[in-house]
């Protein structure tokens, strides 16, 4: 049984709910364009019709648009300096979350794609009780 978990120093966990917001399936970053003929299923929202962003330029419009969340101190005249959360921080942060809401190490393992909990334990960053 994994420990309990602490997240809350993962800011970029405040920002899941503002992402995902009431989706349950489908590519979480959408272009606004639709997807073009022959796109594989799984990479298309089954709501909007809208092809996933690759994961390059996803990771960039997170970091451009989390700047100032990230840096809640900083000024907007800063934002050009400073760095942004990245999808990396994110999957930390939705690891440590379901970690944290008792998901079941097996079921970690599987949504993270890694074979070892000693891997696994980077994500989900079990803490002390």
Known sequence: MMSAVSWSAYGAAQLLPRLIGRRTRGPLF?????APAGT?????????????????????ISE??????????????????LDGWTLHR?????LT?????????????????????????RYARPGVD
């Open 30 to 34: 959408l272009p606004n364009c639709k």
């Open 40 to 60: 594989p299923a799984l990479d298309v929202c089954p709501e909007t019709g809208r092809a996933r962003l690759s994961y390059r330029r996803a990771e960039e």
């Open 64 to 81: 451009e648009n989390t700047r100032l969340l990230a840096n809640s101190l900083a000024s907007p005249e800063d934002i050009e300096d």
């Open 90 to 94: 994110l999957r930390h942060s939705a």
């Open 97 to 121: 979350h379901d970690a944290e809401g008792g998901t079941s190490t097996p079921m970690l393992l599987a949504r993270s794609r890694h074979a070892s909990v000693r891997f696994l334990e």
